[in-house]
């Protein structure tokens, strides 16, 4: 897989520069996820269908139940 060039941040960021945040790339067939504020260092990159059950879940959590 060839490193993605549409990075983009999640408009839950933050202010200022936004940098302390992750950042995807969508591919056909992966998710590419790589840190802000190093966006040159290491780079994760997922299944499409595994990233999806990944935030479906994350979705599905009471994030409110401590």
Known sequence: MTTP???R??????GGEGNNCVEI?????HIAIRDSKTPT?????FPTGT???????LKSLDCTAR
């Open 5 to 7: 060039d549409n990075w």
């Open 41 to 45: 260092r290491a780079t994760l990159t």
């Open 25 to 29: 790339a969508t591919r056909t067939t």
């Open 9 to 14: 941040k999640s408009s839950y960021s933050g």
């Open 51 to 57: 990233f999806t059950a990944f935030l479906e879940a």
